[in-house]
Structure formats: structure tokens, C-alpha cells
């Protein structure tokens, strides 16, 4: 835990980094049960591409979450379509225009209806970001999230928040949902992850899922339909993580085969856009790489891909440690 929390106060602001997973609404909900007199935030960085029903879930999660019963509801159903036609330049690629406004009209009644949720919007998408930094992200490298999530939580938080020592109150704690699986994000033992490298800034951060859960122990196991919420439709389809839709530059080779096997219109269309970028670059680029042969990292498009889970039907691609998505905690560092 970090070193640094003994030095929140009771009247501390929490705020917790809210991704529409679940594990961020488990901490919140451990947050809140904690510290029922403390001013809390739930901080979402939109990146304008998660999936339908994931917005559907944050916005019902953050609700509850505060006690709140709105009085609209949204579905998966009722969102336009994300993706855009095959013949719109990349140049001129600015996401489709009605899931845009879709997204903005949600964003401003949700923001209305629960103010305690701050909704961070960049303005572009993970595409945009690639296009535009003339970079295709990959396992090594996302600029989608550095701009998109981090440098955007960043910037919110020197704005709106407070680190150890300021004069204008105690300092502010930020909660993260990270759990068991993944506790080397936190805090890897030899000062990276989130809480020592946030430490080093004077910020306080802390992981409630990792704490002892003797308290609550319903907010950290129980199932989520315990608490009156459906999961969100990806968690049902074999993804690691829902983030951006199942889409991910950092997920890997099993990520991409149960994209292509559960949702293969999705993985089409990730592969033409994949085609789209590598085209405006000018260059054969890929997010997978490609480690047969023993000659070292190739690239591996999308379809190249997919031409190959199509001949060897057979294959089972395993999960590698940290493959399956991007560590999108909203976070600088
Ligand atoms: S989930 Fe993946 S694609 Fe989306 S912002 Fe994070 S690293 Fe980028």
C-alpha cells in the first residue's frame, strides 16, 4: 500500500479512477463504505471507442455508487454505430458523427445527473491519436492511452486536486481497481507501479482491492448482480478486459483469436482501420508482432493474422502475462 497514505486526513477529497470495469466500482464502493464523510469522485477518461454497453454499465455503476436512481436509462441498443464507412479517408477520420453526438448528449445528462462523476473527453479517438502522432500503438507503446487517459487525468488533477503538503487543505487520496491478478501495477517492489511513482510526486495513492477485505468482504467478491447490476456484455465474450470496446493496440495474438472468433465484424473492422493507418504512414506497421521463425519480432497485420487463425484452426493462443490490455488507470507517470 502506498508508503505515503498514513498522511491523508479524515476530511481528505477521495476520488477514484472510474473505467467502467468492475473492479474500479468494487473500490469505489469500498471507498465509499470506508470514508462515508469524505467528499468522493469517480474520474473516467473517455476515449470515445468503449463499447456500447460499458458506457451503459459506468453509467449505472456511478449511480449506485452514490444511491442515486435516475430517472432515464440507456441500453446497448439504443447507440448508433461506432465505426465509420471503409471509403472515408483516414486524413479526415473523426470517428462516426452520430455516435459522436450520441456519446456527448450521454455525457452531458450523465454529468447533470450524477456531478460527482467527472467525464474527461480528449476529443479523439484511439485512431485519431495513431494518425495524428503518426504512430501505430503496440504492445511497448500506446499513445492512445498516454494522451487519451493519463496526460488528460493528469492535467484534471494538478487543476482540481491537491498532493501532500499544499496549504489549501489535506491532500487528496485516488483509489485505482486494481486487484490480485495484476498487484505488480500497484506496486512492483522495486519502486515502479502506480503508488511509488505517484508518491514521488507527493500524490496519494492507494488500491482498496488489495487492502484487507475482512470489512466489506461482499464489495470485493460478491457478484456483481448482487448489487443490482448486470455486467457489461464483453466480460461474457472471453475478453481480459473491456477496455475500448475489446479493441486494444496492447492486447496480444489470444486477445486478437477470440476477437476474431466472437465479435469478427469488430476484428474487421480493426483490421481496416490497422490498414488505413499503416497506409497513411506509408509503412507496413502492425499492433501484434510475429515471433515465429526465431528471427526476432515481425510485424504481424491484423489480416495476416487472420489468414493464419483461418488456416490453422487448431491453434490455442495462450494468454500472456500483461497481453490481454492496457494498464488504463488514468494515470501519468
Ligand atoms: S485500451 Fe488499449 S487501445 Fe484503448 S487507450 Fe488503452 S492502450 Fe490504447
Same mark, same amino acid.
Given at each position: 500500500?502506498?508508503?505515503?497514505?498514513?498522511?491523508?486526513?479524515?476530511?481528505?477529497?477521495? &476520488?477514484?479512477?472510474?473505467?467502467?470495469?468492475?473492479?474500479?466500482?468494487?473500490?469505489?464502493?469500498?471507498?465509499?463504505?470506508?470514508?462515508?464523510?469524505?467528499?468522493?469522485?469517480?474520474?473516467?477518461?473517455?476515449?470515445?471507442?468503449?463499447?456500447?454497453?460499458?458506457?451503459?454499465?459506468?453509467?449505472?455503476?456511478?449511480?449506485?455508487?452514490?444511491?442515486?436512481?435516475?430517472?432515464?436509462?440507456?441500453?446497448?441498443?439504443? &447507440?448508433?454505430?461506432?465505426?465509420?464507412?471503409?471509403?472515408?479517408?483516414?486524413?479526415?477520420?473523426?470517428?462516426?458523427?452520430?455516435?459522436?453526438?450520441?456519446?456527448?448528449?450521454?455525457?452531458?445528462?450523465?454529468?447533470?445527473?450524477?456531478?460527482?462523476?467527472?467525464?474527461?473527453?480528449?476529443?479523439?479517438?484511439?485512431?485519431?491519436?495513431?494518425?495524428?502522432?503518426?504512430?501505430?500503438?503496440?504492445?511497448?507503446?500506446?499513445?492512445?492511452?498516454?494522451?487519451?487517459?493519463?496526460?488528460?487525468?493528469?492535467?484534471?488533477?494538478?487543476?482540481?486536486?491537491?498532493?501532500?503538503?499544499?496549504?489549501?487543505?489535506?491532500?487528496?487520496? &485516488?483509489?485505482?481497481?486494481?486487484?490480485?491478478?495484476?498487484?505488480?501495477?500497484?506496486?512492483?517492489?522495486?519502486?515502479?507501479?502506480?503508488?511509488?511513482?505517484?508518491?514521488?510526486?507527493?500524490?496519494?495513492?492507494?488500491? =482498496?482491492?488489495?487492502?484487507?477485505?475482512?470489512?466489506?468482504?461482499?464489495?470485493?467478491?460478491?457478484?456483481?448482480?448482487?448489487?443490482?447490476?448486470?455486467?457489461?456484455?464483453?466480460?461474457?465474450?472471453?475478453?481480459?478486459?473491456?477496455?475500448?470496446?475489446?479493441?486494444?493496440?496492447?492486447?496480444?495474438?489470444?486477445?486478437?483469436?477470440?476477437?476474431?472468433?466472437?465479435? =469478427?465484424?469488430?476484428?474487421?473492422?480493426?483490421?481496416?482501420?490497422?490498414?488505413?493507418?499503416?497506409?497513411?504512414?506509408?509503412?507496413?506497421?502492425?499492433?501484434?508482432?510475429?515471433?515465429?521463425?526465431?528471427?526476432?519480432?515481425?510485424?504481424?497485420?491484423?489480416?495476416? &493474422?487472420?489468414?493464419?487463425?483461418?488456416?490453422?484452426?487448431?491453434?490455442?493462443?495462450?494468454?500472456?502475462?500483461?497481453?490481454?490490455?492496457?494498464?488504463?488507470?488514468?494515470?501519468?507517470?
Amino acid at each position: 500500500m502506498s508508503g505515503l497514505l498514513h498522511l491523508a486526513e479524515p476530511d481528505s477529497r477521495r &476520488f477514484v479512477m472510474f473505467s467502467g470495469g468492475e473492479g474500479s466500482y468494487r473500490a469505489a464502493k469500498i471507498v465509499r463504505a470506508r470514508h462515508p464523510e469524505a467528499p468522493l469522485g469517480l474520474v473516467f477518461t473517455d476515449t470515445l471507442y468503449e463499447d456500447a454497453d460499458t458506457y451503459r454499465f459506468l453509467i449505472e455503476a456511478a449511480a449506485d455508487v452514490f444511491d442515486r436512481r435516475l430517472n432515464w436509462t440507456v441500453r446497448a441498443e439504443d &447507440f448508433p454505430d461506432y465505426r465509420v464507412a471503409e471509403d472515408v479517408p483516414i486524413e479526415e477520420y473523426r470517428g462516426n458523427p452520430e455516435w459522436r453526438a450520441f456519446l456527448a448528449d450521454l455525457r452531458a445528462r450523465t454529468m447533470e445527473a450524477i456531478p460527482e462523476l467527472v467525464w474527461l473527453v480528449e476529443g479523439r479517438d484511439v485512431w485519431e491519436v495513431f494518425r495524428d502522432e503518426r504512430f501505430l500503438g503496440n504492445s511497448s507503446v500506446d499513445p492512445c492511452s498516454k494522451i487519451l487517459k493519463r496526460q488528460m487525468a493528469d492535467a484534471w488533477r494538478s487543476g482540481n486536486c491537491r498532493r501532500i503538503g499544499e496549504l489549501f487543505g489535506p491532500p487528496d487520496v &485516488f483509489s485505482v481497481g486494481i486487484g490480485d491478478h495484476e498487484a505488480h501495477r500497484y506496486d512492483d517492489g522495486k519502486g515502479r507501479g502506480i503508488g511509488p511513482r505517484t508518491a514521488e510526486d507527493g500524490w496519494i495513492y492507494d488500491a =482498496p482491492l488489495l487492502t484487507d477485505p475482512s470489512d466489506f468482504p461482499s464489495f470485493f467478491m460478491a457478484p456483481i448482480e448482487t448489487f443490482g447490476l448486470r455486467r457489461c456484455r464483453l466480460y461474457g465474450m472471453g475478453y481480459g478486459h473491456g477496455n475500448c470496446g475489446g479493441f486494444c493496440c496492447k492486447a496480444g495474438q489470444a486477445h486478437y483469436a477470440n476477437r476474431f472468433k466472437v465479435q =469478427p465484424e469488430r476484428f474487421a473492422y480493426d483490421a481496416m482501420m490497422e490498414r488505413k493507418v499503416g497506409a497513411f504512414l506509408g509503412a507496413e506497421v502492425s499492433m501484434l508482432t510475429d515471433r515465429r521463425g526465431g528471427d526476432g519480432k515481425k510485424v504481424l497485420t491484423l489480416d495476416a &493474422f487472420a489468414q493464419r487463425l483461418i488456416a490453422e484452426p487448431g491453434t490455442v493462443y495462450e494468454y500472456e502475462p500483461g497481453d490481454a490490455g492496457c494498464a488504463c488507470f488514468g494515470v501519468a507517470g
